[in-house]
């Protein structure tokens, strides 16, 4: 799971080197929309697509969060580097107990540490000494990851919808289905430029092996993502994606983006701090059991 999100961040940053956002988004969503009907036909899971009651109008939402999330990293990977990116996203961790303070889960003191801890790394990785003076690439890095929060939330609302508990492929589907609809639409007044224009720069080159990669490491997102939350319990999950930041600087840096002895710093305590936020939160839900 680490390997294939890890990967999705460095192949998008290869295509987006060539490519524009909304072309790489329908690309994307498109080529995992007809993979996926192509495994739910060889599994025979397609007639699943149809039992919708009581969870559609929340599908829809997921794909528009999903839009949200894909668009503002997108812009994140165009204006600002694969490896801060990488950093930057994990403030899901924090973004999620902000929520979860909201929807009356109040964080302990733990929390409210880590999340200053997580506050003052995402200032060191932005290069900033200041949290007020991000980057512009790195305002939608976190934007990216307020929006991965939320849908978490939704997403397990319908995993654990007591009317109709819809499979992992269900969603999956409908996630990319909407993404790729709300792309779409977002684009519809130069929708066929965008497109013709994105063809145009096929070719055997590092741009395009981004983009067909990058797909592939989508769908395999879902498969591993979704599967990993339901062998595992979520606080391992998430701490196991502690390691995809430093699987992507590792990796980036033999591509020659730099990166900053500060910015490692910064890493180092992001990654502390989620840690923290995340066993705080295992903690917390193994004493309410």
Do not use: C
């Not at 961040?9 to 290869?14: A, S």
């Not at 929060?149 to 997403?155: D, G, P, Q, T, W």
């Not at 397990?156 to 993404?179: C, G, H, L």
């Amino acid at each position: 799971m680490v390997i294939v999100w890890g990967s999705y961040y460095i192949t998008n940053k290869f295509a987006l080197t060539t490519y524009s956002v909304v072309f790489t988004g329908i690309f994307i969503r498109t080529f995992v929309l007809f993979l996926m009907l192509f495994v739910g036909f060889l599994s025979k899971k397609n007639h699943e697509l149809l039992r919708l009651k009581n969870v559609f109008l929340r599908l829809v939402l997921i794909g528009l969060l999903g839009f949200a999330l894909d668009i503002t990293a997108f812009l994140g990977f165009k204006y600002s580097s694969a490896s801060k990116g990488a950093v930057l996203l994990r403030t899901d961790v924090l973004f999620s107990t902000v929520i979860s303070a909201f929807l009356g889960q109040m964080p302990g003191f733990a929390d409210i540490l880590s999340m200053v801890l997580m506050l003052f790394g995402v200032a060191l990785v932005s290069g900033s000494g200041n949290i007020f003076k991000l980057a512009y690439g790195d305002i939608f890095f976190l934007l990216s990851a307020f929006f991965i929060s939320l849908n978490a939330f939704v997403i397990r609302s319908v995993q654990e919808d007591k009317t109709n508990p819809v499979s992992d492929f269900v969603i999956a589907f409908y996630n990319n289905f909407f993404t790729l609809f709300f792309f779409s639409a977002y684009s519809m007044s130069n929708l066929t430029h965008e497109i013709v224009s994105g063809f145009s720069n096929f070719g055997l080159n590092v741009s395009t092996t981004g983009l067909v990669m990058a797909s592939i490491f989508q769908y395999l997102i879902y498969v591993v993502y979704y599967r990993n939350l339901r062998i595992f319990p979520v606080w391992l999950v998430r701490t196991s994606l502690l390691f995809m930041p430093v699987y992507v600087l590792i990796v980036m840096s033999l591509f020659g983006e730099m990166v900053t002895v500060k910015q490692v710093i910064g890493v180092i305590i992001v990654l502390f701090g989620a840690f923290i936020l995340t066993i705080s939160n295992y903690f917390k839900k193994s004493k309410r059991s």
